[in-house]
């Protein structure tokens, strides 16, 4: 419903439908703001919570506080949820509330506050739970200190909290990060001994550490568990992971088997196509790519650039550079448009031939894309520089000179090579060699 909807838009659809007199219970809201959730619309269900709240008055429930706390996070940052916890009534500030605060802290990495909030959660005897003990994994996970995620378990085993799902894929993800498959293995093991109820997840975490491993037939094993805990009918996103791991196997049969089975069952969409190429791609299938790509091209609904993207990936692979030219002449001719990937991909691929000329032409590109963040690093800037310095190519550094400042990438030893690229001739561009002087003295 508010999926594509921009700020404000929400509660002024939401006024619309009160005015007109249509239902607005509480419950009907609440899991309407749970699925925008679900699909990461962070920003239009705050605001439906925000309109439930503020406009209409309605109370919402500890659950729902802690709802609302996650959602603060994506949308305004780790102050905002502080503030919010802070103006909670005591009575709010539960096992829920606390826990989500946990969870945000240790999604933002602040260790130091996240273990003060869990030691707070123990004295207030709400921490004996499987969740915040997760929620600590995670983040030590994500800070490489692995010994800490083993001690947690431990400590787990000591409290007699029982692990889950995702205390076996973190367990798991923490030793094959520590090379120690067999330790894996045994994780694993204990798990299922101790009938902990593993859900797919568990087997498409153990698949992609043999896969890394280049464990084939393991990975493969590992597969087939996974495939034998999903219901056909139920979720797509196993599947999914099927379709990409077995390409990272290359094995094309299973993954021309799986996606006959998205293709046949769940409706298809961009991501499903992008997932496909993205698999044909490893094993080179660059003629499957295009069937799979034009396809695609005669059904979609809204053009999404990195299904293109892939294409002119694998193009410029098998260095079919005029094949990839094309495709975007092609794409643009119908209204559509590439990104800041697509620049990078051309870029890269004619900087690494040594055609300058014709990368120059993609940083132009890149140049004039609107509310472009992309910065060009210091060793492409160099492969530029080095050309025009040695060729004195005047009109190519000034071109070059212009992207810098469009692009906002003047620095001190750019100005040099610049300069030394242009004074050395009678052609040297005096707007050119001001716009660069000032870039540089506005970034100094």
Known sequence: MFGGAGEGSVSRAMDEWAREGRGTRAADLVRCAKELRKYKRHAQA????????NTKGMKISYAEHAI??????????????????????????????????????????????ATYIYSKMEEL???????PINNLMSLYMKLGQHKKVTNLFEEMKVKNVK???????????????????????????????????????????????????????????????????????????PFDFLLSLYASLNN????????????????????????????????????????????????????DPRLTNMMTQAHLRNGM??????????????????????????????????DVASASNWLENMAKLPKNHWKL????????????????????AERFCNCLSMLGCID????ESLQRSYFPTDKASHSCHQQIKEDYVDSA
């Open 412 to 415: 001190g030893k750019t100005y």
């Open 125 to 131: 005897g709400i921490s004996s739970g499987t969740l």
């Open 163 to 237: 692990p889950d799902n995702l205390t076996c894929c973190l367990l798991m993800s923490t030793y094959a990060a520590l090379n120690k498959i067999d330790a894996v293995e045994e994780v694993l093991k204990e798990m299922e001994e101790n009938d902990v109820a593993l859900g797919w997840s568990a087997y498409s975490t153990l698949a992609s550490i043999y896969v890394n491993a280049g464990m084939v037939k393991k990975a493969e094993s590992a597969l087939k568990k996974l495939e034998g805990l999903v219901d056909i009918h139920d979720c797509r996103k």
């Open 252 to 303: 094309l049969s299973e993954v021309n088997r799986i996606w006959n089975v998205i293709n046949t069952t769940f409706r298809k969409t961009n991501f499903s196509y992008l997932l496909m190429l993205q698999a044909l791609y490893r094993p080179y299938d660059t003629d499957r790519m295009k069937q799979i790509y034009e396809y695609w091209k005669s059904i979609y609904e809204n053009y």
């Open 321 to 354: 550079d005029k094949e990839a030219e094309l495709l975007w002449a092609t794409t643009k001719g119908k209204g559509a448009n590439f990104n800041s990937k697509t620049c990078e991909l051309f870029l890269e691929h004619y900087l690494g031939k040594g």
């Open 377 to 396: 690093d210091q060793e492409k800037m160099c492969c530029f520089l080095k050309y025009f310095e040695e060729h004195k190519d005047v009109e190519g």
């Open 68 to 113: 609302r706390l996650d959602l603060i996070y994506y949308v305004h940052g780790i102050e905002a949820v502080e503030q919010y916890f802070a103006d909670l009534p005591d009575s709010a500030k539960n096992y829920r509330t606390y826990g989500m605060l946990l969870n945000c802290y240790c999604s933002a990495k602040m260790e130091e506050k």
């Open 46 to 53: 705050l605001e439906l919570m925000d309109w439930m709240v």
